[in-house]
């Protein structure tokens, strides 16, 4: 069972505060995770990454957070902007027996929404 | 910085007509990638590319689907005989090389079957 799940549909933020958006996943194997920001009528884009060798990743305001033992992660924004107001998907490469393949798992997204 | 660029942006066609998707990958990557997100639900793997043939393929790509890279720059994806529940938004993606776990999408390609 290979899947990743963001079970928070909607997460609305006051502009300046810390932003936590949360990702779960079943296969313990994944060895890498991705997230993607997508703004409405576009294409996901990449936002930052993290190994599972690492626990923390940091890329200036976003901080991805990974805790192996409970298969979760974290994606934290601070401070949150207006216009950080995205989707926001969790991603991880599909696992099989040659290893971790290019193809990737995706979460539902959850929509931020920050306000000024 | 160099993207993934489709086209067309958007395409209405009627239910039974094939449907090429058009794609240019980022120029010095070696895998390609379609993916589609049916309105409401979860962004979804459909097919990889790599020396100019399939490494991976999703159930939802079947017979219907299609891929092909015509010449050095050009990855498309043709739909046969398009359903009503194909409507969806396609996203074209490529990666530099097989250790690179970063994949970069397109804008997508909007797709309405009446």
């Known amino acids: 069972d290979q899947q990743v799940k963001q079970n928070s549909p909607s997460l609305s933020v006051q502009e300046g505060r810390i932003s936590i958006l949360n990702c779960d996943y079943t296969?313990?194997?994944?060895?890498?995770f991705l997230w993607y920001k997508k703004y409405p009528a576009e294409g996901p884009t990449f936002l930052i990454s993290i190994s599972s060798i690492k626990d923390k990743n940091e890329d200036g305001r976003f901080t991805v957070f990974l805790n192996k033992s409970a298969k979760h992660l974290s994606l934290h924004i601070v401070p949150s902007q207006p216009g950080d107001s995205a989707v926001y998907f969790c991603a991880a490469p599909f696992m099989n027996y040659g290893g971790s393949q290019g193809n990737l798992i995706f979460g539902k997204g959850t929509k931020l929404s920050v306000k000024p | 910085e160099p993207e993934v660029t489709q086209t067309p942006s958007h395409q209405v066609t009627q239910m039974g007509q094939e449907v090429i998707l058009r794609c240019v990958p980022i120029s010095n990557h070696l895998y390609f990638y379609w993916y589609r997100q049916i309105l409401g639900q979860k962004v979804e793997f459909l097919v990889s590319f790599y020396n100019n043939e399939i490494s991976e393929k999703s159930e939802i790509f079947d017979d219907q689907f299609s891929v092909e890279r015509p010449d050095g720059s050009n990855f498309t994806l043709k739909i046969r005989s398009t359903k009503l529940e194909d409507s969806a938004m396609y996203f074209c993606?490529?990666?530099?090389?097989?250790?690179?776990?970063?994949?970069?999408f397109g804008e997508g390609s909007w797709l309405t079957v009446v």
């Open positions: 296969n313990s194997m994944f060895d890498y």
């Open positions: 993606a490529s990666k530099s090389d097989r250790s690179g776990n970063t994949i970069y």
